[in-house]
């Protein structure tokens, strides 16, 4: 199983960025996509996930009608991020499981990370 994250970048508050992960070694599984971000000093936490099978997804209060997940192409999974803020500045991953779950104790597969940087 691997995952490759991309797209990350350096982005002026109120811009957009979108992040993909291409995912490959799932075929067989009703995996979860979930993106996960980590702010310098702070825990990585939950953003958003969907579900590869049914399309299903959430996201994460503080994301909820900026951020958007979907199914971009074939094992791939896209995070359109708009109206971005200084606070979105973090090490996004990308990681696969089995479980509808938002704790990334229950994710086994992970990408790198790709940085994404929002400046005033």
């Known amino acids: 199983v691997q995952l490759q994250a991309s797209g990350g970048g350096l982005v002026q508050s109120g811009g957009s960025l979108r992040l993909s992960c291409a995912a490959s070694?799932?075929?067989?599984?009703?995996?979860?996509l979930g993106w996960f971000r980590q702010a310098p000093g702070k825990e990585r936490t939950f953003v958003s996930r969907?579900?590869?099978?049914?399309?299903?997804t959430e996201s994460a209060d503080s994301v909820k009608g900026r951020f958007t997940i979907s199914k971009d192409s074939y094992n791939t999974v896209a995070l359109q991020m708009n109206d971005l803020k200084p606070e979105d500045t973090a090490v996004y991953y990308c990681?696969?499981?089995?479980?509808?779950?938002?704790?990334?104790?229950?994710?086994?597969?992970w990408g790198q990370g790709t940085l994404v940087t929002v400046s005033s």
């Open positions: 070694g799932f075929s067989g599984v009703d995996w979860a």
């Open positions: 969907i579900r590869w099978s049914t399309g299903r």
């Open positions: 990681a696969g499981g089995t479980q509808w779950s938002g704790d990334r104790r229950d994710y086994r597969n």
